[in-house]
C-alpha cells in the first residue's frame, strides 16, 4: 500500500465525552472519518451516559481545555472546528476567544440539553453562548429547545422556525440551522444567512435510536466545510448522513440507541450521503 504523502483534511471538534459512544467527541470523530476528513479533539467535559441518560457531568479546568486546543491547532493546523458541550460561562468564553484567533470555518451545536432532557449547559452560560460563542460561527446549528433557551422563542410550525432563524442570526452567526425534527410530520430544517433559504426535507424513519443526531450533524458540516464545500452543500451533504444514519440506528442498553454512524459501509447500505 502506497504512503500517503498529503494529509487529509483536519476538523478539530471540542466538546465532552459520551461513556456510551453515541454523542459528543466519540460521534464527532466516527463522523469525521466516515466522510473523509481526520478528526482531532478537545476534550471539555466528562460524562457518565448510557442509553438511559447522564447520570454524572465533570468540566475540565480552562487551562487544560486551552492547552489542548493550542497544541493541536499551532502545530497540526485545522480547516474546520466543531463545538459541542462547553458546560460553564468560563468554557465558553475561553473557547470563543480561541475560536476568534483561528481563522478556520466553525460549525456551532449550542449544546443545552441531552436526548434525555439532562441539562448540559449552565444557566449562566446562556448570554456568554449569545454574546461570545455564536458571533464566531460560520453556521450555528440549535435544535428547537436550544433555541427556546436562547430567545424564548417556542416553535410549533415552519413559519416559527423562520423567526427563530432571524433571532438566532442577531447574535452573530453567518448561516444558522434550525433543526425542526421535533416537529411533527416529516424531517424538516432550515439552512439561511438571512437572505437565501434553503428548506432540507427527508422522510421521517420510524426509529426511536436517534442518540447523538446533534453532534453528527455538526461534525458532518464541519467535515463538508473542511472538504472545501460551501455552507449550503456541506449542510445538505451533512443532512443526508444523518438521515441515513437515523434510519440505521440500532438498540444499545435500556433505553435509546445510537445513530449508525457506520452506515455508509454497511454491505446492506446502498446509499450515499452526498
Request: with cysteine; net charge negative; glycine share 14%.
Amino acid at each position: 500500500m502506497p504512503i500517503r504523502t498529503a494529509a487529509l483534511p483536519r476538523v478539530l471538534t471540542v466538546a465532552g465525552s459520551d461513556s456510551g459512544g453515541g454523542a459528543g467527541i466519540q460521534a464527532d470523530l466516527k463522523t469525521m472519518l466516515a466522510l473523509g476528513v481526520h478528526g482531532m479533539s478537545v476534550l471539555t467535559a466528562v460524562t457518565a451516559q448510557n442509553s438511559l441518560g447522564v447520570q454524572g457531568a465533570w468540566e475540565l479546568p480552562v487551562e487544560a481545555v486551552r492547552a489542548q486546543y493550542r497544541s493541536v491547532v499551532d502545530d497540526i493546523g485545522v480547516q474546520a472546528v466543531k463545538t459541542g458541550m462547553l458546560a460553564s460561562a468560563a468554557l465558553v468564553e475561553t473557547v470563543a476567544g480561541l475560536l476568534a484567533g483561528t481563522g478556520a470555518p466553525v460549525v456551532v451545536d449550542p449544546v443545552g440539553v441531552s436526548k434525555h432532557g439532562d441539562a448540559l449547559l449552565a444557566a449562566e452560560a446562556l448570554d456568554s453562548v449569545r454574546t461570545k460563542l455564536l458571533p464566531t460561527a460560520t453556521v450555528a446549528t440549535p435544535n428547537l429547545d436550544e433555541v427556546a433557551q436562547l430567545t424564548g422563542v417556542r416553535v410549533t410550525d415552519e413559519n416559527g422556525m423562520r423567526r427563530a432563524a432571524e433571532e438566532i442570526l442577531g447574535f452573530g452567526p453567518r448561516w444558522v440551522v434550525i433543526k425542526g425534527g421535533h416537529l411533527p410530520g416529516e424531517a424538516v430544517d432550515l439552512l439561511t444567512d438571512g437572505s437565501a433559504e434553503h428548506w432540507l426535507r427527508a422522510p421521517r424513519h420510524d426509529n426511536r435510536h436517534t442518540h447523538g443526531t446533534g453532534c453528527t450533524l455538526a461534525s458532518a458540516i464541519a467535515s463538508g466545510l473542511a472538504l472545501g464545500m460551501d455552507v449550503p452543500t456541506a449542510v445538505q451533504g451533512a443532512k443526508n448522513y444523518v438521515t441515513g444514519a437515523i434510519e440505521a440506528g440500532f438498540p444499545l442498553g435500556g433505553g435509546i440507541g445510537p445513530v449508525d454512524h457506520g452506515w455508509l459501509t454497511r454491505p446492506s447500505s446502498g446509499q450515499t450521503a452526498t
